[in-house]
């Protein structure tokens, strides 16, 4: 990658409109930093000229506390959002890595998948109304700040997840929900032979988990101590009565799996939620690379072991954490040093995509990561997706390569 | 050519165009229709995809309908074309229980499959009014509510994967959880505009272990609405949070005697769904509020079938008003919910001015109105008071940062209006991904974006 030649931070929508528009008048490409948090994502930009921090359009531009309902501009970080709403009761479930860096634009731009949308649904389905630039300087708003509305397309839902390719979020109207009184962590190794039953029994409780992983590796990042099976991060939500027979049913269900020792933790509960959603994009600079699959609960266990294996075979070390609620994997695998890794990354990367040919990389500074199918197999609907890059697009001049299929 | 090589593809059972049967598909639930120029059934998507292509040769429009509940004119073939309708697409082709999913063709009624499911624990979320008779793809195409939808999201938060055949009859794919554009986000909602849904993956939810039901009555419309407002702003979102003015009720208890107090100017009905150990504060709490609102009256339902009879009165209260006029008009508009009190003044006046009877039964905690419009058809001053009226309640949305489609769709009907909500950029912004997916706007033509004179950025590159 290139250095930038120049570097832009924006203070107004107006001016960010200015600079796209003239950098794609003059065909200098753009890249579009937020937090950098989640810049393990996709691949490096085919061509670089221009750094656009979003960092300039950070302010909280409404906040309607009695309507539920906040607007902030994309370059708010999402501690910040999240301390304004916790100070009123009140969150939107993001579940992003780093929220003291992450932005909003950021996070949702790439599409990022927390834990906990089991329970509150997708990020994207907060998302009540965005502005956002095109590459030709339009500055085009979609929905607005009421809860429900299906006046036209809905824009701001295709925007989520469009990786910067389709325009520079400048704003997002979003909806929040009051926040639950109480969060309880539990915390529980698992012995020879339990794992199976575990992961079946959380999966099946009455009241579903706000979370619940099951975490291979990760050791220090991660509270609680593993057991020769690893362990279990379970994190509960709700009233104080709910979390009473959540903790109850918890408890022997854990019990009929042969679990044995549980650690409750109450204060700090969200903070040790939180360093596992951490633990997603966590990368030991240039000696991992993080893979993410998605897919169904009931067969995630049976997946992860055998990427386990796969990772074996390579001689790399592979640690896992297992969304049991939504079924997804983060597998990370390392060696010990850049060059150890480079030498097997590759075949590695072409062996799991035999098994497993959506595997996404999301985290990783390995200087190989360039040559990995980072976005795995192209979607069904990849030629429409170029088309809809062309259209929005055409001169490439936002975030060009770093998307699916060369977008 | 076009009769000769749809009934070719399709079988001569599958493809209608004698006068008397197009008549059929000329309206939806809006009050305007036109002529098809031919309406098919096919009973696959390979069939559809037939359809499509044929129709494309023949340079005629395709409109896809599911059931024509739609309140917009959607499904109105405005200027022409084939008609697919999907009633022989109505299946369950596979339900994955365990993982919460099922994947249905597009003709299946919505309350078919919560009721299928059910025996497994589970159910469709999205409940719209219509639900006994309405399509899940028609659901889909307009991103349908209800009133459930306050708490679990209306249907573009339940589709997971769309199987959808595109303007020159290919089949694609799309999947909210593929890398790359969230097409499928972007399909929902897009009123049959951007192609045309074969088959859906659609998420499923277990059905709750407990469900409260309760009905508090209030002696005027301004206290109430300012109820809601304010459960609302104390972080409370119940299951469903409705309101039914004196006007609704009475005509609601005069057709099912469903259990509403008839003597209260406004009524809300609330339900809560979740664990029997919340129950106790969540009533607490609203009950709190509501009397503070100065309630008349406070009630729950105390069994299943009071809940059940509540709902039906509520779910069938635009077609109890028949009692009051031979005909009504539904507006559908959405508010920040603490503007409620003013949005339901603004329609009070709106209808006074025009001296038309309204009724208010609607979404009150998302904020989403639906004024009931009443009058008689064959009375010309009649209906142009009606319009006048429907236009003044959604200038006023607007002018309190509301929208002109909470949940029915902008349809043939809105189009116009968009304009007012939208700027020329905005609406080309959405006009580009039209061009993408249909550049020769021949998937439900004359719909959701307004007519060309009056914005020409908005026409096809």
């Known amino acids: 990658m290139r250095t930038a030649a120049e570097r832009t931070t924006p203070e107004n929508v107006e001016a960010l409109s200015e600079i796209v528009a003239r950098c794609d008048r003059e065909g200098r490409k753009i890249l579009i930093v937020g937090g950098n948090t989640l810049a393990g994502m996709g691949f490096p930009p085919e061509q670089l000229d221009v750094t656009l921090l979003t960092s300039g359009l950070a302010s909280i531009v409404a906040y309607e506390r009695s309507d539920l309902t906040i607007a902030a501009q994309a370059g708010a970080t999402i501690q910040m959002v999240g301390a304004l709403l916790a100070a009123n009761g009140q969150f939107v479930p993001f579940d992003a890595p780093r929220p003291q860096y992450a932005t909003l634009g950021g996070t949702l731009a790439a599409g990022w998948l927390g834990p906990r949308r089991h329970v509150y649904g997708r990020p994207r389905d907060y998302v009540l109304g965005s502005t956002i630039v095109l590459a030709d300087g339009t500055i085009a708003r979609a929905g607005g700040m009421v809860v429900k509305n299906v006046a036209g397309y809905d824009m701001s839902r295709l925007y989520v997840g469009s990786f910067g390719t389709l325009g520079v979020l400048a704003q997002v109207n979003l909806k929040t929900l009051a926040r639950y009184p109480r969060a309880r962590v539990f915390l529980a190794p698992l012995p020879e032979r339990t794992r199976t039953r575990a992961c079946h029994q959380l999966g099946a409780l009455a009241i579903a988990p706000a979370a619940a992983f099951w975490i291979e590796g990760f050791h220090n990042a991660v509270d609680g101590e593993a057991g020769p099976e690893g362990r279990v991060v379970i994190l509960l939500e709700g009233s104080e009565a709910l979390l009473e027979r959540a903790t109850r049913d918890l408890r022997s269900a854990l019990g009929r799996a042969g679990v044995p020792e549980t650690r409750i933790v109450d204060a700090g509960a969200r903070e040790s939620f939180e360093r596992v959603v951490d633990s997603y994009v966590a990368s030991l600079g240039e000696r991992s690379v993080t893979y993410r699959l998605y897919g169904t609960p009931d067969e995630s266990e049976r997946r992860v072991i055998a990427l386990q294996e796969l990772a074996q075979r390579f001689l790399l070390r592979a640690e896992s954490i297992v969304d049991l609620m939504n079924g997804d994997i983060v597998l990370r695998v390392s060696d010990l040093d850049t060059h150890a890794l480079g030498a097997k990354i590759e075949a590695f990367d072409d062996a799991l995509h035999e098994a497993e040919p959506q595997a996404q990389v999301v985290a990783g500074d390995h200087p190989h990561r360039v040559y990995l199918r980072v976005w795995g197999a192209p979607p069904a609907s990849i030629e429409r997706m170029q088309a809809l890059k062309a259209r929005f697009d055409p001169n490439g001049t936002l975030n060009p390569g770093r998307f699916v299929g060369g977008i | ?461």
């Not at chain 2, 044929?54 to 599911?66: K, T």
């Not at chain 2, 009630?299 to 009879?309: C, K, L, Q, V």
């Open chain 2, 1 to 461: 050519v076009l009769k000769e090589r749809l009934v070719e593809a399709l079988g001569s059972d599958a493809v209608k165009t004698a006068p008397e049967d197009l008549a059929v598909y000329a309206f939806d639930a809006y009050t305007d229709g036109r002529l098809p120029t031919a309406v098919v059934l096919p009973a696959s998507t390979r069939e559809v995809s037939a359809v499509v292509k044929v129709a494309r040769e023949c340079g005629e429009p395709i409109i896809a309908r599911g059931a024509g509940t739609g309140l917009c004119g959607g499904a109105v073939p405005v200027v022409g074309g084939v008609v697919i309708s999907f009633a022989r697409m109505n299946r369950i082709l596979s339900l994955d229980a365990r993982n919460y999913r099922a994947h249905v063709q597009p003709g299946l009624i919505n309350l078919d499959l919560s009721t299928h499911v059910a025996s497994d624990g589970l159910f469709y979320a999205p409940d719209p009014a219509s639900q006994k008779i309405s399509t899940i793809g028609g659901n889909i195409a307009t991103n349908a509510g209800g009133p459930h939808c306050l708490s679990y999201g209306t249907t573009v938060n339940h589709v997971l994967a769309l199987e959808v055949v595109d303007d020159r009859g290919e089949v694609f794919t799309t999947s909210c959880d593929d890398p790359g554009y969230d097409l499928t986000a972007a399909l929902v909602g897009s009123e049959g505009t951007l192609g045309i849904v074969t088959s859906a993956w659609v998420r499923l939810m277990r059905l709750p272990e407990a469900v409260r039901v309760w009905v508090a009555a209030f002696g005027d419309i301004d206290s109430a609405s300012a109820a809601v407002s304010a459960i609302i702003a104390a972080g409370i979102v119940p299951t469903a949070l409705e309101m039914m003015d004196a006007v609704i009720t009475r005509a609601v208890e005069a057709a099912f005697h469903a259990g509403y107090p008839t003597d209260a100017a406004a009524v809300l009905l609330i339900e809560n769904a979740g664990f029997e150990d919340d129950m106790a504060a969540c009533e607490g709490a609203i009950a709190a509020i509501v009397k503070e609102h100065g309630a008349l009256s406070w009630r729950a339902a105390r069994t299943a079938e009071e809940r059940a009879a509540l709902w039906a009165g509520r779910k069938g209260a635009a077609g109890a008003t028949g009692r009051i006029a031979p005909n009504y008009y539904t507006q559908d508009l959405c508010v920040p919910r603490s503007k409620l009190p003013q949005a339901l003044r603004a329609v009070e006046e709106a209808a006074n001015e025009h001296h038309i009877t309204v009724g208010n039964v609607f979404h009150a905690g998302d904020g989403n109105l639906h004024p009931l419009l009443m009058y008689d058809k064959r009375r010309r001053d009649q209906v142009g008071a009606v319009v006048e009226t429907g236009n003044a309640i959604l200038r006023s949305a607007i002018a309190l940062g509301g929208t002109i489609s909470g949940e029915h769709g902008v349809g043939w009907e809105k189009r116009e209006a968009m304009t007012h909500v939208y700027s020329t950029a905005d609406l080309a912004t959405m006009a580009r991904v039209r061009d993408v997916f249909d550049p020769q706007r021949a998937l439900n033509p004359e719909k959701i974006f307004p007519s060309g004179a009056r914005c020409p950025e908005v026409t096809p590159p």
